[in-house]
């Protein structure tokens, strides 16, 4: 039965009904439509817009509908056009005439909306969880590796040497941003549009304010027509997500590439590798490699959502209903990800001898070298310059810096002295960074304290 179709004299026709129909996927919704129901079924009454005995028989009867959908015993209907219609015939099947009072004061435009708000509350607050128990993992890994020396790479060609430990810091500022980006994105989402209606508000002397307190939101919406037309708080979600995703899948690259004979830096544990159906020596880190292709998916996510409300005018239409897909198929990709990468993460062995090793190799400590004339008094340009000649004649003779003898260093400058032996090796180089932000060992545990702070 439609409960539209008071207007029309021809059905619709059945292909139209198939297209028309959302309720294979936002059916995943009926938790919060019922929960919405309840709260503007309860306001119904507390007002007199309807007989309070109705009132609390909707009640009751949403709950009962609640319990049976969660337990399965009651089933969805695929005929439905969506899951609103179908959470309002059941309830008129069991209640009677009293179900039918639910639709007052308000439009499947406005209830779709408050679905949606809800939803994206509660996926801020989940996500939000994983990436924090993320955070802890790399924050353990960072205590343990404090004095790990690797190399740093810039246009991946190694640079200066860090430590593993504030390489992982890295990664940790970029999740504490995808958790203020959540943050932002449930502010936005904590706005109550019900009481709306189609577009145009209601005659009915509703308390919008009491619904907002029910399901525990801050504030209801300003404006009736940009409260049924606006999908930001979902374009938030899913920027958030795709901004995150693409944070995953450069460490996954990292990772990837770090596991290679090449780099030899990390090993992935076999409980997160597979293998290959013809090479008995492979071992491949297909879940880095899934996430970063998943990436992708989040992304289009994202672009098509933006792609259908960009020529949308006010004020709802039904172009509106593909949000819902994008929104859930972001949503299960992201949090299936950061369990999965959480879990490899937890898993993962570093090699610390390949990292120094690395460290030792192309030059990363040539910059120290011109720091080192800097200090003699020599301008920085021309200690540039000294230090660039110095690794050309290196690199020439296939011989690390601190090979190079003090009269062979002498050659080009002769202000070098016996010293300079320390200031090039790359522990001290590292441990000369102190800055805040830098990678020595008590700057990186100050950062490691105050992201410790922020995730507590």
Request: overall charge negative.
């Amino acid at each position: 039965m439609k409960l539209w179709g008071g207007r029309f004299e021809k059905a619709t026709d059945h292909m139209v009904d198939d297209f028309h129909s959302s309720i294979p996927f936002d059916r995943r919704l009926y938790k919060y439509d019922i929960e919405g129901s309840i709260a503007h079924a309860t306001m119904l009454g507390e007002r007199g817009i309807i007989p309070e005995d109705d009132a609390k028989a909707i009640v009751a009867g949403l709950r009962g509908i609640l319990a049976d959908l969660e337990s399965k015993a009651l089933a969805f209907d695929p005929d439905c056009e969506d899951i609103h219609m179908f959470v309002e015939e059941v309830l008129t099947l069991r209640i009677g005439e009293a179900g039918k009072r639910l639709h007052t004061g308000r439009s499947r435009n406005d209830q779709v909306a408050l679905d949606t708000h809800m939803f994206v509350k509660a996926a801020c607050l989940e996500t939000q969880g994983l990436i924090r128990d993320l955070l802890k993992t790399i924050v353990e890994i960072a205590e343990n590796n404090l004095e790990t020396i690797m190399p740093g790479y810039t246009h991946l060609q190694k640079a200066q040497p860090v430590t593993l430990a504030h390489h992982m810091m890295a990664w940790a500022q970029m999740l504490l941003r995808d958790m203020d980006r959540l943050g932002d994105c449930y502010k936005r989402a904590d706005v109550m549009p019900l009481g709306a209606g189609a577009l145009a508000g209601t005659t009915y002397d509703m308390d919008r304010e009491r619904v907002a307190q029910l399901l525990g939101f801050s504030r209801v919406s300003e404006n009736s027509m940009d409260s049924v037309s606006d999908r930001d708080y979902v374009l938030d979600y899913l920027a958030a997500a795709a901004i995150s995703m693409t944070h995953l899948s450069r460490f996954c690259e990292e990772l990837i590439l770090w596991s290679t004979d090449e780099f030899h830096f990390a090993r992935m544990d076999d409980a997160f590798s597979t293998g290959s159906s013809i090479m008995p020596q492979k071992k491949n880190p297909d879940v880095a490699e899934l996430i970063r292709g998943k990436s992708g998916r989040v992304t289009g996510d994202l672009m098509a959502l933006l792609t259908t409300m960009k020529g949308i005018p006010l004020a709802y239409d039904k172009d509106m209903q593909e949000d819902k897909e994008a929104l859930f198929d972001a949503h299960d990709t992201w949090t299936k990800c950061l369990i999965v990468f959480d879990g490899m993460m937890k898993t993962i062995t570093f090699d610390a001898r390949a990292m120094a090793q690395g460290a030792e190799g192309g030059y990363t400590n040539a910059t120290d070298l011109a720091d080192y004339l800097v200090g003699k008094g020599m301008p920085f340009r021309q200690a540039h310059e000294v230090s660039g000649k110095m690794v050309l004649d290196c690199v020439k003779r296939s011989r690390p810096l601190k090979d190079m003898s003090l009269d062979e260093m002498k050659a080009f400058c002769d202000i070098i002295e016996k010293d300079v032996y320390d200031a090039i090796d790359v522990h001290s180089c590292v441990a000369r960074r102190k800055v805040k932000g830098a990678p020595a060992p008590e700057a990186v545990a100050a950062c490691i304290d105050s992201v410790k702070a922020q995730i507590s």
